[in-house]
């Protein structure tokens, strides 16, 4: 890789609550250990400054510096530590130990160049320092973490990497969200609860032998992805508003009339489903599961807090046979309905025998799931989540990327940059199969030139979707 891509740390510093804050041991919830083994989440956000000087940058990190502090004040719980866990279950220690912040530099790329390398994705978990995910440091394990990376001739990517065994990614945007409030001198517009009590003590429910089948239950090993670190790669994707409208009508069209409404999100989870088992060349007969995670704040009753902070998403899962899926007759259509069976299977006694199942296992139980095998695959994030609306005084971000993806069959989505109903997608596939997914008719008809940007004229001629007018789905990276 080239050498001018090389990211040098300046500076390793420890953000504290501006204030003393409520010192506590926090529990932690059945729904927060499902999460025990997930790889910790990186996000990075890439600005457009214009840094024209040592001084103006100083600015720039001093004030990220001073309204994290003053979030801190009340988002706690990410200033403590894990507790080691040896002898009972992990909680976390809630003493105002702080926040890793680092400062780094790429001086010798720009903001565009690096976004335009075809080595963005792959050097994009380098802008987001990761704390250890070990229990055996969790004294010393920071939930999250800030890294701030320069451009040169400006431009700043601001890189935070969260500990999913605290938090899910509901709570990951309202921390960012309230951060850049706070950066802008607004108040926090919804202040976070941290009664995780709530979840735990849920009331009682008859004990179900088995869960419902569609609900994602951890297996009883670590998780180990099949396909190692060295044989993935991730490339990123932007979808128009255009291209899932009509893939809404299409669902809909071949659905005999029982599919009336569809959201955009299930929708284009089906369609990426189809393309990934194609790209995989599974046979018809073998079977594939599809997960995603269900948001429980409104579908407990009673419901959660809006600002419940801590994990309260559970994974559920569609399977369905490869040669289903890819049937003319049954389409998108299909995988559409299967989705939302298994979405719709999340009600509030479900969840609840969910909790009561998973307590019942006891501390040891809680190594990991089964996203990682062959022909399964995961999505990790949500096009609600407010990626492109964290300003910090500086406007909206240019560009959101995940980091390093731990395994192949993980799906990102995010918002779209251009916005208007566009959502951006991460797929993080084995080289090979990223090839034939690009090259598969229903996907790609033409990949994007790194030379050109989403929105340059050049580009709306030489990509789209086949069969749809030109731009429908963009390559970015």
Known sequence: MDSDFSIHIHSISTVVPASLTRRCILPLTSLDFLN??????????????????????????????????????????????????????????????????????MLRKSLGDFLASPHCMDLCSELAHVESSELADAPHIAPVSVQVTRFKSGGLAVGVSYNHFLIDGYSFWHFMKSWSEVACGQSISLPPVHSREILISQPPVTYMSSLPRYFAIPATASMEAPIGFSNIQQRMYSFSAQFIRRLKLQAMAGSNGDIQQVSSFR????????????????????????????????????CLPDGYFGNAVCAVYAESRAGELLSPEKGTAHGVRILSQAIAGATDGNIKSLLEWCDKQGNAYFRGADYALDNNFVVVSSPKFPAYGINYGWGDPVAVRPGKLAWAGIITFFTGARGSGDIDVCICLAPEELRRMEQEPGFLSMPWTQASSPGDPQTSQVCGFQGLAPPNVFLLG
């Open 267 to 302: 929708v284009l989870c089906a369609h990426i489903w189809r393309c990934l088992v194609r790209a995989r060349g599974l046979e018809e007969s073998e079977e594939t599961r599809f997960f995603v995670g269900v948001d429980v704040r409104k579908r407990l009753v009673p």
């Open 36 to 105: 025990r083994n997930v790889a910790c989440m990186q996000r990075i956000l890439f600005y457009s400054l214009d840094l024209d000087s040592l001084d103006n940058y100083d600015s720039f990190v001093d004030k990220l510096k001073g309204s994290l502090a003053e979030t801190l004040v009340r988002f706690y719980p990410l200033a403590g530590r894990f507790t080691d866990g040896e002898s009972e279950k992990p909680r976390i220690n809630c003493n105002d130990a702080g926040v890793p912040f680092i400062e780094a530099a």
